[in-house]
Every structure is written in C-alpha cells, then in structure tokens.
C-alpha cells in the first residue's frame, strides 16, 4: 500500500488551536506560518497548554495583516474576536521558550488585555519576525539548523497506523483523536510504529531528516475540543511505548531546506506521495540517540 500524507496542519499560536491545511510551503524552521507567534507570562516565558489548558481553547486564524483570534465565549471569555497586526520589529523584548533565551516583538496592551482575559492569567502575544535566531536542539541536529517556537524541532510527523494501533490498546474509553498529539504531518498506509525506523523521508517535493522521536507529556491528556483533562494515552503509552523512563508517538522533522529567503521553497500538499529514502532495521523502538555528545 502506497503510504500519502493525509493530514497537514500548522499551528500559527504555539500550544494554540491549529488549523488543517490543502497545502503549504516548507520553510528551513518548518511549514510557513507555524508557531511564530507565543503567549507569555510576565517573565517573557512561554505559556503552554500544560499547564494553561484554556489555551487551546484559542483559535488563531492567519490574516494579510497577522491574525484574528477566536474563542468560544463561554466561562467569561470574550466573545468577540481580536485582530492582530503583525507589530514593528524595530522593538524586541527578550523571551524564553524551553532551554532557549532570544528576543522577540511585543504586540499591544489591547491583545495583552483580550489574552488575560480568555486565560484568566497576566500574559502578551509576541512574534518571532526572525526565526534564523532560534537554533534546534543541537544534540539531535546540525549548527545550521533553525526552528520557530516549536518545542525544539521544524516539523512533527505521525501516522495513524500507529495511532489506530494505540487506540486499540486503550481499553474502555472512546477513539483518540490524532489532534492530541498536535502533528504537523499525518502519514497513511504506514505499518504501525514504522516511523520510529525513518532517518530520511521524501513528502511531495519536500525531503526531510528525521532526528529524534517524540517524547509525550501531560498535554496529550487534554481534550484538545474541551480542555478537560484525562488519563490517556499517556497511561496506554506508559505501557506500551515507555523507553528510557518517557513515553514516545511521533517523530520531529527537519527539512532539508537552506535557503532563508523562500525564494525556492517546496511545497507539500494532502494526497502527496510519501517515500522513505533512509531507514535502519526495526527493533531499537523510538530514534532517541543524540548525533552529538556535548
């Protein structure tokens, strides 16, 4: 069976809402329009939906001028949305995001107001109007490697053979839902847990190295529709998908894409042909060497 790509999203607010594309450009730190925008607290550190469930919750629609921010109005959240434009990067606060300390572009006291008041907690939207400031985790990746806000990789691939075949180990309880696991790329026709073997994968006209597993945390127990919390998968992955103390679905991507400039950026599209181009034989589960010891 062919494998394709089936799903594609992006997620304009780290640990926001994402939106399902057709298509999109494969940028060096990750699909077009990912994760350039996060919400901090007063620190300038990065609030996630770990600890901040409300936050997905949030929906960010990407507009010729930046964003409109949507959510649903109940629990005393505001109903109307918030427009955001793009703001001047002339001006930069520091930020921190992970092990990462960079600077990044503050918007308004008006965005600031309408984000405290569907969190509940003192917060402001910044933009990362550069990306080629934010280095990848370098144990896992090349010095040249860039990434937006994402956790610490471009992309992140899964397939729902393993997720099909993670749902019939979860007993007793409905189907989970892939928008759990916040994938940029879902694979069909994949053996499950195939991808844990990829090193190098082809997806339309896009190549990409594939370089260290996902390691899954709380976040995956909130019901990405409700933000309520469970047990699952993590309590299933725990049994079934536990290596090295951590539980593992997906794998982090990074295109193999050297022009900042976009000038000659791939594109890949839902219904695109998937290949392996590198793979090691099965059997060591999750790819979770580092290539670099510091």
């Given at each position: 069976m062919a494998m394709t790509l089936s799903a594609l999203r992006r997620y304009p607010i780290k640990s926001c809402r994402g939106e399902a594309l057709d298509d999109a450009v494969v940028e060096p730190w990750g699909l077009a329009g990912d994760r350039r925008w996060m919400i901090?607290?007063?620190t300038g550190t990065a609030l996630t939906a770990r600890t901040v469930n409300a936050m997905l919750l949030l929906r960010p629609e990407v507009t010729e001028t930046g964003?409109?921010?949507?959510?649903?109005?109940?629990?005393g959240r505001p109903?109307?949305?918030?427009?955001v434009v793009v703001p001047d990067p002339a001006v930069q606060v520091p930020v921190r995001v992970g092990a990462s300390f960079i600077t990044a572009v503050p918007t308004g006291p008006e965005v600031a107001s309408w984000i405290c008041q569907v969190l509940g907690t003192n917060a402001r939207l910044v933009w990362l109007d550069d990306p080629q400031r934010?280095?990848?985790?370098?144990?896992?990746?090349?010095?040249?490697?860039?990434v937006s806000f994402a956790d610490g990789f471009p992309l992140l691939l899964t397939s729902e053979g393993s997720l099909a075949d993670l749902n019939e180990a979860v007993a007793g309880a409905a189907p989970l839902a892939m928008t759990r696991f916040r994938p940029n790329v879902v694979?069909?026709?994949a053996e499950a847990w195939a991808e844990d073997d990829w090193r190098r994968i082809r997806i339309g006209e896009a190549t990409f190295r594939a370089v260290k597993a996902c390691e899954r945390c709380v976040m995956t127990t909130v019901d990405p529709e409700t933000a309520e919390r469970g047990r699952e998968p993590l309590a299933t992955l725990a049994r079934t998908r536990r290596w090295d103390g951590k539980t593992w679905f997906g794998v982090n991507l990074i295109p193999?894409?050297?022009d900042p400039s976009g000038a000659d950026a791939p594109r890949i599209a839902v219904g695109?042909?998937?290949e392996v181009l590198e793979s090691v034989?099965?059997?060591?589960g999750p790819l979770r060497t580092p290539i670099h010891v510091h």
């Open positions: 901090v607290d007063d964003l409109r921010l949507h959510t649903p109005g109940d629990h109903s109307a949305p918030m427009d934010r280095p990848t985790d370098q144990r896992y990746s090349e010095a040249d490697d860039r694979i069909s026709g193999d894409v050297t695109d042909e998937v034989p099965p059997g060591e």
